[in-house]
C-alpha cells in the first residue's frame, strides 16, 4: 500500500480526535474521582484503531467494533455497583468510528468528535437545565412542536383542496407550526427577559413571520393570563411594525420605484404605529401589577389550530368571491388577496410594475387596498384570540396605522 500525504493528514485528524476526546475524559476522570475505563491514550489508540482498520479492510473494522464493544462491555459490567453510566464507554465505541470516518470525511469527522466533546464537557450544565430549569410541560411542548415540524409536516399534501380549490393543506400546516413557534418565543422571553420585555420583543421580530398569526399568540397570552394585557398588546401592535418595514424592504429588493411611490405613505404608516407601540410599551412596562406566576405551557394547539381554520375560511370566502363576481380588477383581487398575506400582493404588484405592465402610481392603490384589508383581518383576528379590551387596543393602533398611511398618500 503507498503512504500519501492525503493518508498521513487522515491519520492525523484519527489521532486528533482520540485526542480530543480522551482529554475531556482524562479530565473528567480527576474531577469527579471515579476510575472510568479509559483514557486519553485509551481513545487515541481507539482512533486510531478505527482509521488503521477501515484502511486495510471492512471487515476488519467491524471486528476491531466487535472486540471495542466487548471490552467496553466487560469493563462496565465490573463496575456495575459504581452506577457511572454509559457515556465513556459509548464515546469510546463512537471514537473508533469516528476515526473510520476520519479516513474517507476527515471534516465531517473533525466536527463531530468537537460536538461530543462539547457534549461530553457540558455535563452539568445540561443536566441542571433539563432537571431544574424546563418543566414537564415544556418538554411535552417541545416534542409536539418536534412532532408537528419533522413529522406531520412532510405528510401534508402540498396541493390546492376544497371547495374552490382555494385550501392548501401545507400553508395552513405551516400557519399552525408558526403560531406554536410564536408561543414558545413568547414564553422563551417571559422567562428569560421578563413579561414586560419580553412580549413586545417577541411581537416586533414575530411580525416579520406574520403579523396575523402574532397577534392572534398574543391575544391568547391576552385572554389566558390577564396579567400580561399590556404586554401582549405591546407586542400585537408592534407586529404591525414589522409588516411595513417588511413591505419596504420588499419593495426596496423588487422594484425601487413602486417605493418611491409609497415612501410617505409607508413612512407615514410605520412612523404613527411605531409611536403608538412605543406608547403602550412604555405603558406597561409602568404598570404595577403584582407578579405572576411563570405559565406552565409555552403554547396553546387549540389556538394555533383555531387560527389555522379562520384563515381557510378567509381563503374559501376570497375564493368564492372571485368565482361568482368574476376578475373586477386588480384592486379587487388585492384586496381580497390581503385578507390573508399583504406581502405576497406587494410583491405581485411590484413585479408587475417592473414587468411594465402598470405605472407606478397604479400599484399603489392596490397595494394600500390589500394594507387596509389585512389590518381589518388582524383586528378580527384581535376580537377572536384577546377579547375585547385586548382587541380594543389592537384596533385603535390599526386605525390610526392605515388612517396615516392613507393621509401620506394623499399628501404625495
Not at 475524559?25 to 485509551?42: F, H, L, M, S, V
Not at 474517507?104 to 450544565?125: D, G, R
Request: with cysteine.
Amino acid at each position: 500500500m503507498v503512504v500519501d500525504n492525503a493518508l498521513w493528514l487522515n491519520l492525523a485528524v484519527a489521532l486528533g480526535i482520540g485526542l480530543l476526546i480522551g482529554a475531556e475524559r482524562e479530565r473528567n476522570k480527576g474531577a469527579q474521582g471515579d476510575r472510568p475505563i479509559a483514557g486519553i491514550r485509551t481513545f487515541s489508540i481507539a482512533s486510531l484503531l478505527g482509521a488503521i482498520s477501515i484502511s486495510i479492510n471492512f471487515w476488519l473494522l467491524l471486528a476491531a467494533l466487535l472486540c471495542v464493544t466487548v471490552f467496553a462491555a466487560s469493563a462496565s459490567f465490573m463496575r456495575r455497583d459504581e452506577d457511572l453510566g454509559l457515556t465513556t464507554e459509548v464515546s469510546l465505541v463512537f471514537t473508533v468510528i469516528l476515526g473510520a470516518l476520519a479516513m474517507t470525511a476527515a471534516a465531517l469527522a473533525a466536527s463531530l468528535a468537537v460536538t461530543a466533546a462539547i457534549l461530553l464537557a457540558a455535563k452539568e450544565p445540561i443536566h441542571g437545565f433539563v432537571r431544574g430549569v424546563i418543566t414537564k410541560d415544556e418538554m411535552i411542548d417541545f416534542l409536539i412542536l418536534a412532532a408537528a415540524t419533522l413529522i406531520v409536516l412532510p405528510l401534508v399534501p402540498n396541493a390546492l383542496i376544497g371547495p374552490f380549490n382555494a385550501i392548501n393543506p401545507r400553508n395552513l400546516w405551516l400557519v399552525v407550526i408558526m403560531v406554536m413557534l410564536i408561543g414558545a418565543l413568547g414564553h422563551l422571553a417571559l422567562r428569560l427577559l421578563g413579561r414586560r420585555i419580553g412580549l413586545p420583543l417577541v411581537g416586533l421580530v414575530s411580525g416579520f413571520v406574520s403579523s396575523i398569526a402574532t397577534i392572534g399568540a398574543m391575544g391568547a397570552s391576552a385572554r389566558k393570563t390577564p396579567e400580561l394585557m399590556g404586554s401582549a398588546v405591546a407586542g400585537a401592535v408592534l407586529s404591525s411594525l414589522s409588516t411595513i418595514v417588511l413591505m419596504t424592504l420588499l419593495l426596496a429588493a423588487i422594484h425601487p420605484p413602486t417605493l418611491l411611490a409609497l415612501a410617505l405613505p409607508m413612512l407615514f404608516g410605520g412612523g404613527s404605529i411605531a409611536a403608538y407601540g412605543l406608547i403602550v410599551t412604555l405603558s406597561s412596562l409602568r404598570e404595577n401589577s403584582a407578579e405572576i406566576d411563570k405559565p406552565s405551557r409555552s403554547f396553546s394547539v387549540k389556538t394555533a389550530l383555531t387560527l389555522a381554520v379562520v384563515i381557510a375560511l378567509v381563503l374559501v370566502a376570497s375564493a368564492g368571491l372571485k368565482l361568482w363576481f368574476g376578475q373586477a380588477g386588480l384592486v379587487i383581487a388585492s384586496a381580497l388577496a390581503g385578507l390573508a398575506d399583504v406581502h405576497a400582493v406587494t410583491i405581485s404588484v411590484a413585479s408587475l410594475e417592473a414587468a411594465g405592465k402598470i405605472s407606478a402610481a397604479s400599484s399603489a392603490i392596490p397595494i394600500l387596498v390589500a394594507f387596509s384589508v389585512n389590518s381589518a383581518s388582524k383586528a378580527v383576528m384581535a376580537v377572536v384570540s384577546g377579547g375585547r379590551k385586548f382587541s380594543l387596543q389592537v384596533t385603535i393602533g390599526l386605525v390610526l396605522q392605515v388612517s396615516a398611511t392613507w393621509l401620506g398618500w394623499l399628501l404625495f
